[in-house]
C-alpha cells in the first residue's frame, strides 16, 4: 500500500469509524480505564488518518522509504498517476533522470517532459521552463496532483502554447529543509546553483534544447512562486520569463548570509538594484492576502525594462485547486515570451516569441469550472487583453 496514495487514507477513515464505534459499544460496558484507552485510540487514528490525507496533498512522503529516510524517493513512472484527457495518445511522455550537479556538488532526480512534436521532429529544438514546486512538496505534485502533463498536452495541441521541454526538479535534499531554492550558506545544500546552472547544463547535454536565454523560462506555485520569480529577476542571462503562481516576495526562511533581507528579497532588489530586462507574470487568489498583498508590492515597485502581468483568480485561498485553475494560462503566457521551437542550428534571430491563438480562452482543460474570474490592479504592469468570457474559470490577464 503506497504511503501517498488514497487506499491508505481510506484505511485510516475505516480505522476511524471503528474505533468509535467500539467507543459507543463499550461506553456502558467497561470502566474508565477501559473507555479512556478506546478513545485514546479513537484520538490517535483521527491524527494519523489526519496525517496521511496531508502527505498526499503535499507529497512530503512519496514512499516508505523516503518516510524512514533511507533514500530521496524516485519512483518509476508506472506508479505515477495515469495521464487525463488521452496524454498517452497524444504522443507526450515524462522520463526520469538523475542529475550530478558539478558546479552545485548535489545529485538529485528530475522529471522531464517531453512533448509529442519532440520525437515526430528529431532535428528541431525547444524552448524549455523549469518547473519548481511548493514546500513541502516535490515535482510529482506537478504530474499527479496538478496534471502537468495533460495541461501542456492540452495547450500545445490547441495552439495556445508552443512545444515546449519541461523540467521538474527538485529543490531540496532533504524533506524538511526548505531551500527556496537559494544556496544556503554557509555548508547547505546549493539549490540556486543547481536549478541556474547544473539543470540547465545537463538539459542542454542530453536533450534536444534551446541553448538562448531567451528561450528559457521559470514557474513555480507557493514556494516554487517566489522561486521563479526570483530567480527570473537574479538571472536575466539565463531566463526572459517567469510565472509565479501565489508566490511571495521574499524567501521566508534565514539563507544564512543575510540575503534574505536584500538580494534574495524582491522588494529590496527592485528598489536598490537595476531591474532586469524580464517578463514576470504574478498571480494569485484574491481571498489569500499574504500573497495579494506581496504581488502588488511588487507591482507597484516593477518599472521598464522589467514587464509583469497579473491574473487574479476570485476565490479559493492558497491551495492546489487555485494553481491548478492558473496553471494553463500561466503556461500559454510564458509560452508567449519565450523564442519558438528551431531547427538545429538555426539562430534565435530568426525565431520570435510565440504568439498563442487565444490566450485565456477556455478549451475545457481538466479541472476548469472551479473559479470565477476577477480584475486585476494595473498598477504597473504591462496590459494583456483578456480573451475570457466572464464567468470563464480561468484568471484574467491584463
Known sequence: MRLDGSAIVMTGVVVVAGFALLLAYLWDRTGILGRTAVA???????????????????????????????KVDLPGEPALSPPRSGSAASGSRIVQVSVAGPASGLTLPMYVYLPAHYDQNPRTRYPVIEALHGYPGSPRTWISRMHVQSYLDTEIRAGRMAPTVVLLPYQTTETFLDTECTNLAPRG??????????????????????????????IGYSAGGYCAANLALRHPREYAAGASLSGYGEPGITVGDG?????????????????????????WAADDPGTRRESLRLVSLAKPPLEVTTAVVAHGGHSHAVWEAMEAPAFDWLSAHLARPAPSGQG???????????????TGAPGAGRHSETGTTPGSTRSRPSSSAPNSSRPRIQ
Request: charged share 15%; proline share 7%.
Open 348 to 362: 534565435l534571430r530568426a525565431t520570435a516569441p510565440h504568439t498563442p491563438t487565444s490566450l485565456g480562452s477556455g
Open 259 to 283: 540575503s534574505e533581507k536584500t538580494t534574495n528579497d524582491d522588494d529590496w532588489r527592485l528598489t536598490h538594484l537595476p531591474q532586469p530586462a524580464v517578463s514576470l507574470y504574478l498571480a
Open 189 to 218: 545544500p546549493r539549490a540556486e546553483t543547481f536549478l541556474t546552472s547544473d539543470v540547465p547544463a545537463y538539459a542542454r547535454a542530453h536533450f534536444r534544447v534551446r541553448t538562448e536565454g531567451a528561450a528559457w523560462g521559470l
Open 40 to 70: 485514546l485510540g479513537c484520538v490517535l487514528a483521527l491524527a494519523a488518518t489526519a496525517a496521511l490525507q496531508l502527505n498526499r496533498m503535499t507529497e512530503t512522503y512519496p514512499s516508505w522509504s523516503a518516510l524512514r529516510g533511507t
